[in-house]
């Protein structure tokens, strides 16, 4: 569990985060969510660390974060994994040695465990034969699973992905939601992720905090966020008119006024008149 | 930002690189590749320009050594002690600010631009021991050893020439290059070229840490970092020789 209370940043006269507190939960999909610019980036790396707040409170599992030295911040860092927006895999390095790189610098192995261990984790990640390729080689959607593997490697306990879906597909945007949400899951990690990817929320947003203009607006579950009466949120989510009719259908599912598994040719097929 | 403010960046960048190492096999590993990439990579290019430099030299010399009184053993004399004094040391790392720095920089730039600096932080580790520290520490091993194969190199050139200009004997040069020789010299040159290492690796790799944007800032950095390094090197080549060679 990751508990944050208060977080303020600034640059400069620029008010970037004021004053957000929420509680990102075990073994859940944690969603950040919010327009460009709503400050859920800079709360992701106040969070690890890369960003020092100006105010506020970070609390790892009971262990206050903000108040640690570096030395112990990089024993916990040890513990966290990462996915980078841009994957920032080592351009240098084949898909296995990304991976590998971290055993390498901490891991207290042998070679073939490591070996054995990079092959569970790119296995893990559906990403077999693919160990001795360049980043440069491999696609956008095996990039993110290659950060993946390398953020699970170690078996962190903590799990942050910067806008995992950036560039992807639909149907490669949902594999990569599917394995984050199926890893959280297994591992029983705390999840945290940064999207503004509609399907991301619907899918997996167990626990969703949504942030505008650096504050706090709403949070709650995917569930939830349907019947959200928050304009601003509203706005933010179901901003064209498709998923505004996707919000109304799901609305009517879950009121139970048409069923989840209707089939829509034989309705349409039917003759019955659709209001 | 003030020169004070960039001025205490880098030295604190500086004091970050000295800590205790997350595993010391992957940092050793990281400085043999470094030292392969500063050092071989830059032996080509040093040793080109270390030969006409010193051929150069020695033609030049005889030009202007035009009055018979003056023995033409004076000419290897001149050219040893160019080579040796400033030659060797201070335009060889000029070339290499250009050729290194420019490497470093941008490198760095990349992986901050690209996450991959912030990667590494997020897995616990230093990135200014493990990046930076590595590349300054084969710098200082290498750039002395490039600096000791260009005198030998700017000798030997002279000679060629010299000999193949119809200057002087390859006999006269060799008789000349034993001439009044002070070991000190080489001594100095050494200690000019350490300290040019240090500065033709600090400095960029303070510039491409820190640069902030995307591929333009990254050249903007690269290319800014090769000028304050050269103008750096100048500044303490003269504060050197200053100290070190006036009695």
Known sequence: MIEFKNIKKSFGEKVVLNDVSHIMETGKCNLIIGTSGSGKTVLQKCLVGLFEPDGGEIIYDGTNFTDMDSEHRKLLRQQIGMLFQGSALFDSMTVEQNVMFPLD????????????????????????????????????????????????????????????????????????DKLIHEITKEFNMTTVINTHDMNSVMEIGENILYMFEGQKEWTGNNEEIIFSKSEKLNSFIFASKFLQDAKDMRMLEAKGIIADDRDMDEMLNSGEEIK | ???????????????????????????????????????????????????????????????????????????????????????????????????????????????????????LEIMGINTKAYLIMPKIAAALLTIPLLVVISMVLGIWGGRLAGVASGILSADTFDRGLLLNFLPYNVTFALIKSYTFAFIISSIPAYYGYYVKGGALEIGRSSTKSVVVSCVMLLFADYVLTQVLLTH
């Not at chain 1, 956008?140 to 879906?165: H, Q, S, T, W």
């Not at chain 2, 003030?2 to 010391?24: D, H, V």
């Open chain 2, 1 to 119: 930002m003030t020169f004070f403010t960039y001025f205490g960046r880098y030295l604190l960048m500086i004091k970050g690189m000295f800590t205790k190492p997350e595993n010391y096999k992957m940092y050793w590993k990281e400085f043999m590749h470094q030292c392969n990439d500063i050092g071989i990579g830059s032996l080509g290019i040093v040793s080109i320009i270390s030969v006409f430099i010193g051929a150069v030299s020695a033609v030049q010399t005889s030009y202007q050594l035009v009055s018979p009184i003056i023995p033409p053993e004076t000419i290897a004399q001149i050219v040893r002690d160019t080579v040796i004094l400033e030659f060797a040391p201070t335009l060889v790392c000029i070339v290499l600010a250009g050729v290194i720095g420019s490497k470093i920089a941008s490198e760095l730039g990349n992986m901050r631009v690209s996450e991959q600096i912030d990667a």
């Open chain 1, 105 to 176: 610098m901490f891991a207290k192995m042998s070679n073939s465990e490591k070996q054995k261990r990079v092959n569970e984790v790119l296995d893990r990640v559906n990403l077999e034969g693919a160990n001795k390729k360049f980043p440069a080689e491999i696609s956008g959607g095996m990039k993110k699973r290659v950060g993946i593997a390398r953020a699970i490697v170690l078996n962190p306990k903590y799990l942050f992905c910067d806008e995992p879906n950036s560039g992807l597909d639909p149907q490669t945007s949902m594999v990569i």
